[in-house]
């Protein structure tokens, strides 16, 4: 369990409640989109192609039209000028970033560009029928070449797209400093070449929706499983051309999604517009194999840096060439990666001068986009391998090199030579924690002993920054029901993060109630104000941020209708424990119950003599990102043999600003860490030099289950909150996934060390340790 830092005493913020949605969700009440029932629907499936570069020559549908039950198959020609390509910006591009125009059709307008690209869509009565008629579905495709890897993409392959004749999609470039200069003074330069390799979300739920549309008031409603309504929304309207009033997106539970599911796909526009076709409900529901094959993936960066560092062992500048492996098509969230990589490639560190260029390749896979994370694991990946290799190269301890390179505490706010300005922090004391729960230095002794015995052990250390608050602002309604209970409308969505927990009670603190008595509504863009969503670990600091505004916002309505039950004026009243005071003699009060009902019983006739309604909305909008950061500590063990590595001890501290539940904020970080442990030593995505995917599916895409966890996972926090939000609050949902596997990389370079290996690449699989264990016998 963790520990929170001391902050001012609250009611309920702070303390570890147990989450509210759980009992629901365990009980079988959840509600997914494969549970959705509506009467008259239609089932949708999907023909793709079975190659990854290929020239659509034709599509025969006859044999599958004429088998009973098919209502229609459709293709590129038909959404032809009436459905446009997903839309490609999505967030803000900064100048100095370049995109292709390069997006993904809805379905495969005369190129296929990977396997598993929709070429057709079958609309049947049944979904077995469906995926019969797909099967009778003929594809005259005509090969061409093939690229996958992004070296070759950009050395003079045939471009897949006409907008980018060199097969790149994106480019970037950010720094400051005087980085010649810095090189030119250095002692040592370090230089590190780490490859990151693609990764499936893979969420227990794959992607799946129900389009409805009612012909008598034109109005289309998409239910989908999607980490919230907004962005579907937007891109739907887009896609369809429809008009915001008469479109609506429902998300209700959704069974994860780790940034796969932040917008928009191309089956859900599919699945719209053969509603608004056949003017029936159309469901569609993907397969596990096509959850690996379609939705899209991941990480895939090859990262060049060069660290120039001081004979002191000081940083004194950083250049890097970070090249991803972007896939088939642009998406429109696929920069938010590149440049969260970028800005943040400096780390925790004090690096006066840096020069960072970013390039996005387009390759015959399938195209990539957020997975938790999104830039920050790649960035400190990179950093905290160079601080390995460069306290090797000058003979200090990985440790003591970080001690002398962390940005002070009195630094902050502090500006980045890449760009990002960190809002507090201290990183120092998060490092110093770290060593003391996990036992470094008893550790270290351990290792000697367990060497001289021939283990091959090491430990591994790592400090990450995490930035959170993307889109910087999040709506909120609050108001008070007849009966006395709260009702909190907000523009998060939750999807495992708690929000029916921590923003009940947010509300509750500060209107004066119990949690129970507030109840939090999320997922219905009928229902809810127009918002941005949940994604970046931004929710607790920016969601809860504008659950607390708007709380207090109507408190201070409420404080005009008690001054008017308690014939006083306002100026005059005190708030005390969920009730308006005046002082006597004699002293009265007046709770939120008696104002619900007075407002019930008198409302009309007192709003027309000024008297506010019970009801607040309003956004809160953040000045800038906001910046967590954590330790991370690891002890690793590799079996000679087999290769087979085992984590004997991982500890983990994090600095998430005000910790609005404990209880869940250890869970955020636990379930993050074995996400970032599975993504260390066993998740990679690999295709073959024809572009077919070797892993997808469970057997060969390898996932760790409780038999591969046998270690204690020990996890606090330490707080400097934000200055930028009422709450002070940070991201945490996406740190053990940013930490972790660099700890754990870090580990097994220094347990090959005596071997005279200096850096492997991950994931660190039994087969790629044990064959770096071949190459320099002892």
């Keep these: 369990m963790s520990t929170a ?24 009440a959840g509600r997914f989109i494969d549970d959705l029932r509506v009467e008259g629907a239609v089932h949708l499936a999907f023909c793709r192609s079975p190659l990854a570069h290929a020239r659509i020559r034709g599509v025969d549908a006859a044999a599958a039209l004429a088998m009973p039950g098919i209502l229609k198959v459709v293709t590129a020609a038909d959404l032809a000028g009436r459905v446009r390509p997903l839309p490609l910006r999505q967030v803000p591009v900064p100048p100095s970033f370049w995109l292709a125009e390069a997006a993904m059709p809805c379905l495969a307008e005369g190129i296929v560009r990977f396997v598993g690209e929709a070429v057709a869509a079958v609309v049947a009565v049944s979904r077995a029928a469906a995926a019969d008629a797909v099967e009778r579905i003929v594809l005259d495709l005509e090969p061409l070449p093939t690229v996958v890897d992004p070296e070759l993409a950009v050395s003079g392959a045939a471009p897949l797209h006409g907008a980018a004749p060199d097969n790149v999609l994106l480019r970037g470039r950010t720094g400051s400093g005087d980085v010649d200069r810095a090189f030119a003074d250095a002692a040592e330069l370090v230089e590190g070449r780490i490859r990151i390799p693609r990764l499936a979300p893979a969420p227990i739920e794959p992607r799946g929706c129900v389009a409805v549309h009612d012909p008598e008031t034109d109005r289309l409603t998409l239910h989908c499983s999607s980490q919230d309504p907004h962005r579907p929304l937007a891109q739907l309207c887009w896609v369809l051309d429809r008009p915001r009033e008469r479109t609506r997106v429902v998300v209700a539970d959704t069974g994860g999604a780790f940034g796969s599911k932040g917008g928009l796909s191309a089956e859900h526009a599919v699945a719209a517009w053969c509603a608004l076709e056949l003017r029936r409900p159309v469901v569609w529901v993907e397969t596990r194999t096509e959850s690996f094959l379609a939705a899209y993936q991941g990480r895939g960066w090859d990262v060049t840096a060069t660290l120039a560092v001081a004979r002191d062992g000081r940083f004194l500048g950083l250049r890097a060439r970070a090249v991803a492996d972007l896939g088939a098509y642009l998406l429109g969230h696929t920069q938010v990666v590149a440049l969260s990589l970028a800005t943040l490639l400096t780390g925790a560190y004090d690096i006066p001068a840096a020069d960072v260029e970013v390039v996005g390749v387009a390759t015959n896979k399938t195209p990539t986009g957020p997975l938790r994370g999104a830039g920050r694991p790649e960035a400190t990946h990179t950093i905290e391998r160079l601080c390995d290799l460069a306290a090797r190269r000058l003979g200090l301890d990985p440790v003591e090199i970080r001690r002398r390179n962390l940005i002070a505490r009195d630094r902050f706010p502090y500006r980045s030579a890449v760009g990002a300005v960190y809002d507090s922090g201290d990183y120092a004391g998060l490092l110093d924690r770290a060593l003391a729960v996990f036992d470094y230095a008893g550790w270290r002794a351990r290792q000697v002993d367990r060497r001289a015995r021939g283990s091959v052990f090491g430990i591994g250390v790592a400090l990450m920054v995490e930035s959170s608050g993307g889109g910087l602002w999040e709506s909120a309604s609050v108001g008070l029901t007849p009966k006395g209970t709260v009702v909190v409308r907000t523009g998060s969505s939750a999807h495992g993060q708690g929000h029916q927990t921590t923003f009940a009670q947010v509300a509750a603190d500060v209107l004066g109630v119990d949690p129970d008595q507030v109840e939090v509504r999320q997922g219905d863009s009928d229902d809810v104000p127009a918002g941005v969503g949940t994604y970046g670990s931004r929710s607790a600091a920016v969601g809860g941020s504008a659950v607390q505004t708007v709380a207090e916002a109507l408190r201070a309505r409420l404080r005009s209708w008690a001054a008017h039950l308690l ?58 990102l906001l910046y967590g950061a954590g330790a991370y500590c690891a002890a690793l063990e590799v079996d000679r043999a087999t290769g087979a590595a085992t984590v004997r001890s991982l500890v983990a501290v994090d600095d998430a600003g005000t910790i609005l539940n404990p209880r869940l904020a250890d869970g955020q970080v636990e379930g993050a860490a074995l996400h970032g442990l599975a ?71 220094d347990a090959l060390q005596p071997f005279g290996i200096d ?15 071949q190459e320099k016998p002892r």
């Design 5 to 28: 830092a001391p902050g001012p005493p609250r009611p309920f913020v702070g303390r570890p409640l147990r989450r509210r949605e759980d009992p629901g969700l365990v009980t079988g």
């Design 679 to 749: 993504a260390a030593l066993f998740e990679e995505v690999v295709h073959d030099p024809d572009g077919q995917p070797q892993t997808a599916s469970w057997i060969a895409y390898a996932t760790p289950t409780a038999a591969e966890l046998t270690f204690e996972l020990r996890s606090e926090f330490r707080a400097t909150p934000s200055p930028l939000n009422p709450l002070g609050a940070k991201g945490v949902g996406e740190a053990g996934a940013i930490g972790v596997p660099a700890a754990l990389a870090n580990a097994a370079a």
């Design 567 to 624: 014939d006083a004026p306002e100026a005059e009243l005190r708030w005390e424990a969920g009730r308006f005071v005046a002082d006597g003699p004699p002293s009265r009060s007046a709770t939120l119950g008696d104002i619900a009902r007075a407002a019930a019983e008198e409302g009309a006739h007192r709003l027309a003599e000024g008297l506010p309604e019970l009801e607040a909305s309003g956004r809160f909008t953040l000045p800038g």
């Design 759 to 773: 850096h492997v690449d991950i994931p660190l699989t039994p087969e790629r340790l044990w064959r770096r264990l």
